[in-house]
């Protein structure tokens, strides 16, 4: 039995994913992850959400209210030790996304707060990049959109690439109490990409209660929703893992709480 917290991908089609809140169950995350041919297009209307795209592979064309912003992405792979090209964009906007050929963006959006918030090319190249964890709870992540950059409402976005047989969002950690500054409340979505694709990996979502234990077995373009609870999640043996993250709640601030139980290993030398 499929777990409700995971949304499965299409094998085949344009549309990959498509995790709204209503679907969620929850206020603000939505997530759509799509897959675009040469010379396909895609329109959306922002409306009352904020929205950052996301190419995750290949390279398009996006024109918002007319304004054209010409071949943004270069990598062939989210595997790649680059940083993705990335739009901000505020309420009340249309965009128009042209892939020059085989293409994969993936659509994040959140409430917006009702301000006149301009767009904005996200520059790849001054994007934190840094290393988490050590030994096999090493990851590498770059932030795309991140707590600190005023330029969202609410969203937050990452990516996150996890070498095979190694943890990652680990030790366990939730961010689903407004309790500034120990902890915030973000609803959080995971798309999973793995390489080789045929591979796997395991998520476990849980509460300290357990009156929510879930554990996903996810394969490639497979969402997993967090809308509570500690998050982690694993590699196996020969499998790379890549995730985007989507974070976003009533404030935009990322503070996390770990899990009593496992915190321990934080202080092992």
Not at 6 to 24: F, N, S, W
Request: proline residues 7%; aromatic residues 8%.
């Amino acid at each position: 039995m499929v777990s409700p917290l995971l949304a499965k991908a299409a094998k085949t089609g344009r549309e990959i994913v498509d995790v709204t809140p209503e679907r969620a169950g929850w206020t603000h995350v939505g997530f759509r992850a799509l897959r675009l041919a040469e010379g396909e297009s895609e329109t959306v209307q922002t409306g009352s959400r904020e929205l950052c795209l996301v190419v995750l592979t290949g390279t398009v064309d996006v024109t918002i209210d007319g304004t054209r912003h010409a071949g943004l992405g270069a990598r062939a792979s989210v595997f790649e030790p680059v940083s993705p090209a990335a739009v901000y964009v505020g309420a009340g906007k249309t965009l128009s996304i042209q892939a020059r050929g085989n293409a994969e963006v993936a659509l994040c959006t959140a409430p917006s707060d009702g301000a006149d918030r301009p767009v904005k090319v996200l520059d790849s190249t001054a994007m934190k990049r840094s290393v988490r964890g050590a030994g096999t709870n090493t990851r590498y992540v770059c932030d795309v959109l991140p707590h600190d950059d005023p330029t969202a409402a609410h969203l937050l976005v990452v990516e996150v690439l996890t070498p095979a047989s190694h943890s990652s969002s680990y030790p366990p950690h939730k961010h689903d109490v407004e309790q500034p500054p120990v902890e915030t409340q973000l609803e959080e979505t995971y798309y999973h990409r793995l390489n080789p694709p045929q591979g796997f990996a395991f998520q476990r979502v849980y509460t300290d209660d357990r009156s929510l234990d879930e554990a996903c077995a996810v394969e490639d373009h497979d969402v997993v929703m967090v809308p509570r609870g500690y998050h982690p999640v694993v590699a196996p043996h020969g499998y790379e893992l890549y995730y985007l993250n989507v974070m976003a709640g009533p404030h935009r601030f990322w503070v996390f709480k770990n899990d009593p139980a496992h915190e321990w290993m934080l202080a092992k030398k």
